[in-house]
């Protein structure tokens, strides 16, 4: 997203799993969340979660997002995958604790 006030990761790119999420914050808003991500189909879908509950939160109520809650929304994750949660809401805190690019 060219235009992304905030940017995280959680893991690292180009050394295994990882997740990248943009944030487009106006005040104390999230008015859109993006994310890439490089793991199997659990790490997208708890990427892409993690970007639609993003949108429309204050930044006070996104930091209360954690990879349980995650897993949760998302109806469970295969045995051994909360990892890609994990790294979700790691890129997330990143991207809050981050401010402007």
């Known amino acids: 997203?060219?235009?992304?006030?905030?940017h995280g990761i959680g893991g690292v790119p180009g050394d295994g799993p990882y997740v990248?999420?943009?944030l487009i914050i106006e005040g104390d808003l999230i008015m859109k969340a993006s994310y890439e991500c490089?793991?199997?189909p659990s790490s997208v879908a708890a990427s892409s979660m993690a970007a639609q509950l993003l949108i429309g939160r204050t930044?006070?109520?996104?930091?209360l997002l954690e990879s349980h809650?995650?897993?949760?929304v998302l109806?469970?994750?295969p045995e051994g995958k909360g990892y890609y949660?994990?790294?979700?809401?790691?890129?997330?805190?990143?991207a809050l604790n981050a401010g402007e690019n």
């Open 1 to 6: 997203m060219e235009d992304a006030t905030h």
């Open 20 to 22: 990248q999420i943009w």
């Open 38 to 40: 490089n793991g199997c």
């Open 59 to 63: 930044m006070d109520k996104a930091v």
């Open 69 to 72: 809650d995650l897993i949760v």
């Open 75 to 77: 109806g469970g994750l």
């Open 85 to 94: 949660a994990d790294l979700a809401v790691q890129a997330l805190q990143n």
